[in-house]
């Protein structure tokens, strides 16, 4: 029986050298990654969240708990994203203008990577202009946006705004996601679809494209 409570020990106080050991042990032993990555890592980051919020943790700890999480998740990548399936789509993800937050927006990425779509990932902090580049330059079928603040959120709709504006809403669907995103959020602000986790967005993607 896999360990999962050590690894997020370890992910809680931001131990990368004791992940790297711990995810490369357990994949050895035939532990399936994505139980790694959803029971032990992201189980990890579930306490750090509400240490956060209520003061027990602060920006530096919680750093270094999204390090050792990342250095978790570098290991597994390369087991799941299967380089040889051929493009189902191409799909451009980022984080929303004003918002760092990058490790469920990474994870969505290397979810949807590994359900065969080539995805084109333009980091974080991306205004509606850039994601306009972005399209413009890629031409994806799905264009994703991740937030994690609720003041941020607000310029996912910016970005809808700017699609239609440029004529280009009709040539893509646009996901959203985040911790404070909801699918009423989604439907209000003009999005295609909405989904609550790293799983349900490699859902969207296959219902965006059947
Ligand atoms: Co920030 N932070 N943070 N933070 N941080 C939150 C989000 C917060 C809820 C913490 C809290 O107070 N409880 C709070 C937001 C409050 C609010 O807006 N209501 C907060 C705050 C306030 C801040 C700062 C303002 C703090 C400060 O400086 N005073 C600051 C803002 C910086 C900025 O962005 N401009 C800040 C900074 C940071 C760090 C840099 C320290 C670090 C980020 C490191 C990094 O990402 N590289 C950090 C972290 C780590 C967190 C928490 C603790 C964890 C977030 C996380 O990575 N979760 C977070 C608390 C929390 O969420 N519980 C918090 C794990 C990740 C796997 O989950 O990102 O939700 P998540 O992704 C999921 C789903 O949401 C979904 O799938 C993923 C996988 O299942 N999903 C999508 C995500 N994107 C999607 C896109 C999709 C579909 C699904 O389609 C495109």
Do not use: R
């Given at each position: 029986m896999?360990?999962?409570?050590?690894?997020?020990q370890s992910v809680i106080s931001g131990k990368a050298t004791q992940v790297k050991?711990?995810?490369t042990a357990m994949l050895e032993a035939g532990v399936n990654p994505l139980d790694i990555i959803n029971e032990g890592l992201i189980g990890g980051m579930n306490v750090v969240g509400p240490r956060f919020k209520s003061g027990e943790m602060f920006v530096p700890e919680v750093l270094m708990s999204a390090k050792a999480m990342a250095a978790g998740i570098e290991i597994i990548k390369p087991l799941i994203a299967d380089?040889?399936?051929?493009?189902?789509?191409?799909?451009?993800?980022?984080?929303?203008?004003?918002?760092?937050?990058d490790i469920g927006?990474?994870?969505?990425?290397?979810?949807?990577?590994?359900?065969g779509y080539s995805v084109v990932d333009v980091g974080v902090?991306?205004?509606p202009e850039k994601f306009i580049e972005a399209v413009r330059e890629h031409k994806p079928s799905i264009i994703g946006m991740s937030a994690l603040l609720t003041t941020t959120m607000l310029n996912m709709?910016?970005?809808i705004d700017l699609l239609k504006e440029e004529g280009l809403r009709d040539q893509?669907?646009?996901?959203?996601g985040g911790?404070?995103?909801?699918?009423?959020?989604?439907?209000?602000?003009?999005?295609?679809?909405?989904?609550?986790?790293?799983?349900?967005?490699v859902e969207l993607c296959k219902k965006f494209l059947a």
């Open positions: 896999a360990d999962f409570e050590s690894l997020s050991e711990k995810v380089q040889d399936i051929p493009s189902a789509g191409k799909v451009v993800i980022g984080t929303v203008k004003g918002d760092l937050h927006k990474n994870l969505v990425a290397m979810m949807i990577e590994s359900g902090d991306i205004s709709k910016d970005t893509v669907k646009v996901m959203v911790a404070p995103v909801s699918k009423d959020f989604a439907n209000e602000i003009g999005a295609d679809g909405f989904a609550p986790d790293a799983a349900s967005a």
